[in-house]
């Protein structure tokens, strides 16, 4: 039995499977099965009302789990998939209410990793993923940070190496006109753009994406945001003053290097122990609005901050 079987096998009875796609590795399991929906949750410790992406093998799918997906999410599932980008579409029969958390509708992806695919193809049917991490904490990019968070609580853990992008996938409302971005990610706003002509607005209130919460993707250490290098030193200085442990990450201009390793960093930083991490964001264009985007939230208050 090749792995690909094992983990058909652990998907059709129910089971959870962690495998790779380009962006993160994703928490498994089928999306038409209401039980191996919600063993996600429980999982993860994610509250219900965040829904899942459905991940399927192709474009033809589309129309399976979406009937009235409209013209603009077809367009963009041909120029985009596989690949980084998640099209939400109105949610069709087969996708069990626990992946939507009730909502009318559905985020779509065909992930551009041959195990992801090959997983897919193999099991001929959607599988909804969350990214394989306990809830609110750093996207897994390797097998070994699924395996140190979620340990024994995951039935098979797929390896595909690390992920090429490193950053989660972009997320396009297309059940507005306008489309609107819910989350920005390894497919830039400046390519959609070239490819539908359409503009794209930004999501309307906070609470479009339950996943927007101010505070998330966050290590242990607390990260602080500094324009530049020379200001990252600055504060760095004055963090040992007080006799913290601090460093500063300082990635450079290569922003698909910045993606790629960003939430590896951020692991790191609390393996090794800071108590602050002094982070120099790139420019806010094409990958770096997705990376401005994680190093916000990991930098933001957290409830823990707000002191007695
Ligand atoms: O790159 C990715 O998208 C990875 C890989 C595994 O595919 N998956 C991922 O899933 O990042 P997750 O669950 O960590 O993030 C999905 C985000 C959540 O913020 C969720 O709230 C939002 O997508 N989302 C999913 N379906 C939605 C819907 N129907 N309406 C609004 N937001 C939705
Ligand atoms: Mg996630």
Redesign the pocket.
């Known amino acids: 039995m090749t792995d690909i079987e094992r983990a058909v096998a652990v998907l059709r009875r129910g089971g959870l499977v962690a495998f790779p796609?380009e962006?993160?590795?994703?928490l498994g399991a089928d999306a038409s099965n209401q039980q191996a929906v919600e063993r996600i949750f429980s999982v993860k410790g994610r509250p219900a009302h965040?829904?899942?992406?459905v991940?399927l093998a192709s474009a033809d799918e589309m129309p399976v789990w979406s009937p009235a997906a409209p013209p603009l999410a077809h367009r963009l599932a041909e120029a985009f998939w596989p690949g980084?980008l998640?099209i939400?579409v109105p949610?069709g029969p087969p996708v069990a209410d626990a992946v939507?958390?009730g909502?009318p509708?559905?985020?779509l992806?065909v992930?551009a990793h041959p195990v992801a695919l090959g997983l897919l193809r193999a099991f001929a049917g959607g599988v909804a993923?969350?990214?394989?991490n306990r809830f609110g904490r750093v996207?897994p990019t390797c097998a070994a940070h699924v395996r140190d968070d979620l340990g024994e609580d995951v039935d098979m853990v797929l390896d595909g190496g690390e992920c090429a992008v490193g950053v989660?996938?972009t997320?396009i409302?297309c059940t507005c006109d306008p489309p609107q971005l819910?989350?920005a990610?390894?497919v830039t706003v400046e390519a959609i753009t070239l490819v539908t002509g359409s503009t794209v607005a930004p999501a309307a209130g906070l609470s479009?994406?339950?996943?927007?919460l101010d505070s998330h993707y966050a290590p242990r250490c607390r990260v602080v945001l500094a324009a530049d290098a020379q200001r990252a030193e600055t504060i760095v200085e004055a963090e040992r003053a007080r006799g913290r442990r601090a460093e500063v990450l300082d990635p450079g201009p290569d922003l698909d290097a910045y993606a790629h390793s960003l939430y590896s960093w951020l692991r790191e930083a609390d393996a090794r122990g800071l108590a602050v991490l002094v982070v120099v964001p790139p420019p806010d264009t094409g990958l770096g609005v997705a990376i401005n985007e994680r190093l916000r939230k990991a930098a933001a208050p957290r409830p823990e901050d707000a002191g007695p």
């Open positions: 796609t962006t993160v590795y994703g965040h829904p899942l992406i991940h980084p998640t939400l949610a939507t958390g909502r509708t559905v985020g992806r992930p993923a969350p990214s394989a996207s989660e996938s997320i409302d819910l989350r990610g390894g479009r994406a339950p996943g927007m």
